[in-house]
């Protein structure tokens, strides 16, 4: 055992110097899995956004699809809406005029739930409520 | 005092490996020690005690003043050695001059003096005043650590999670990570399925006029895409249809050919 208060205090100083670094890494360690759950969460929220943004434009399809029709000129479109799904349907004799409708609507980020087509007659539904 | 005392010494002893004391005896009048302290320290381990064992170290000079104040002149003997005040210091008698009336001293019974000598039993490798250093650069590092350890927990455990939720709140994430994570998911899976009807209708489409097939009626729903071909060799569709896709019905009707096919 020492007597003297200088080694004393030189044991109990160094002692406590290693515990403090000690300490420091796991606080290290604590700051930086905290930094990387920000970072991921960071990742995820863009990811989110960037898939809520592509598929949940719930508010615009009605007004897309209105859009598309009068582009083309499409009269004879009727457009139902259920609890989630718009139905619609196209009359119409010009195929050209079909054809063009339908890329556009498959152009958009439609959730198309079905698709019919027969040689005047385009039936969709789209659902617009996730 | 002590700075002098090596000087003083100096005429009368070798003063190397020397350690120095001095105590005031009145205004201009002090006693000086000089002593080495490794052999009062080699002495003590010899005798078998431990340095925690030892309270203080003192002189005889000053602790046997009082004894002979009151029994001046008198030999006294401790462990087989004689003793004299003469001119006010204590002296070893030799042998050769050595009395027959002395006295046995039981040193047990001397009041002690405030009068300690300052003994370091500490390592010969570091002295005094390099461990207060040594302990004072421990110190100042610890206070840094202790100062960054309360930053790191400050950060970790209420600014980075106050700011993780501030901006789930901005970007209007679900509370918590396992709802965001179900969500991506399920849009994911959206937009796999929906990839895959835009591909195969585009290269269903793409056959349209193929090698005299003509697309008549086209259906998806429910993972089952049906394909009806006018006049069609059902042969030539099977092939054409079968590169790409998996055909779970195909049947010729009375006008055209219809398949089914599983996406």
């Known amino acids: 055992m020492i007597k003297n208060i200088h080694m004393k205090l030189l044991i109990f100083s160094s002692l406590l110097c290693l515990i403090s670094v000690f300490v420091l890494q796991q606080s290290k360690t604590a700051l930086n899995v905290q930094a990387e759950k920000y970072n991921n969460t960071i990742v995820i929220a863009e990811e989110y956004t960037r898939l809520k943004n592509l598929w949940d434009e719930s508010k615009d399809i009605h007004q897309k699809l209105t859009n598309i029709s009068k582009r083309l000129n ?8 259920t609890k989630k799904l718009l139905k619609i349907t196209v009359q119409e004799s010009s195929l050209v005029k079909m054809d063009s409708f339908i890329n556009r609507v498959l152009n958009e980020s439609f959730i198309i739930e079905s698709l019919s087509i027969t040689k005047n007659k385009v039936q969709l539904e789209i659902r617009y409520k996730q | 005092m002590i700075k002098t005392l090596p000087a003083l010494f100096e005429e009368f002893i070798n003063t190397s490996g020397l350690n120095y004391h001095a105590i005031k005896l009145s205004k201009n009048k002090f006693l000086g020690f000089a002593f080495n302290e490794q052999e009062i320290i080699d002495m003590i381990k010899k005798s078998g005690l431990e340095n925690s064992q030892i309270v203080n170290i003192y002189f005889a000079q000053t ?73 004072g650069v421990f ?35 679900p509370t918590t990570m396992l709802q965001t994570k179900s969500i991506i998911k399920s849009m994911e899976n959206i937009s796999y399925k929906q990839k895959r009807l835009r591909e ?44 790409s896709y998996k055909i779970s019905k195909i049947v010729k009707l009375k006008n055209s050919v219809r398949v089914e096919i599983k996406l």
Request: proline share 2%.
């Open chain 1, 74 to 81: 499409v009269k004879n479109i009727t457009i139902k809406k």
């Open chain 2, 63 to 135: 602790e046997l003043q009082e004894y002979y104040k009151q029994n001046q002149n008198s030999v006294i003997s401790i462990k087989n050695k004689q003793y004299t005040l003469i001119d006010n210091i204590i002296v070893q008698i030799p042998k050769s001059l050595q009395s027959t009336q002395i006295e046995n001293l039981d040193i047990s019974i001397i009041a002690l003096s405030k009068y300690k000598i300052p003994i370091n039993f500490s390592s010969k490798y570091i002295s005094i005043g390099s461990s207060y250093i040594l302990s």
């Open chain 2, 139 to 173: 110190l100042l590092f610890t206070l840094f650590n202790i100062t960054q350890i309360s930053y790191n927990y400050y950060n970790s455990l209420n600014n980075i999670p106050t700011k993780i939720k501030q901006f789930k709140r901005s970007v209007n994430l």
């Open chain 2, 200 to 243: 195969t209708l585009a290269k269903i489409f793409s056959l349209k006029y193929q090698a005299g097939v003509y697309l008549l009626n086209c259906s998806i729903k429910n993972k089952q895409l049906t394909l009806e071909y006018v006049n069609g060799d059902i042969n030539k569709i099977k092939i054409l249809l079968s590169k």
